[in-house]
């Protein structure tokens, strides 16, 4: 199977987990060479976002991924995760709408999990 695939679904599963609000996949493989997959999810405040990530970095360390890179950790605003081909972006809501990657990023094409 695919790694970025396999790390994007493990990604969203580990959000999923944590009560993530509206997680979005683009496959951004055809627009981009930073990486296959942008994965963006919402949380409610510093504490989630935070739970988010950190239940993201451990499951997908236990399966042998491990991050290159975090940013943002510690306001928690928007955290980035950088895994190679998949990125995480743990947004609050204010950010998630001020930054709008989804729209930036709309040459991509949003995939479900289930298209993964």
Known sequence: MNTSKTMAKLAIEALEDKKAEDIRIIDISQVSVIAD??????????????ALCDNVEEKLGRAGYHVRQVEGY???NWILMDFGDVI?????KENRLLYDLERIWGDGRQVSKEDL
């Open 37 to 50: 997959y942008f994965i963006i999810a919402g949380g409610s405040n510093r504490s989630q976002i935070q």
């Open 74 to 76: 510690d306001t928690a």
């Open 88 to 92: 995480v972006h743990v947004f609050d």
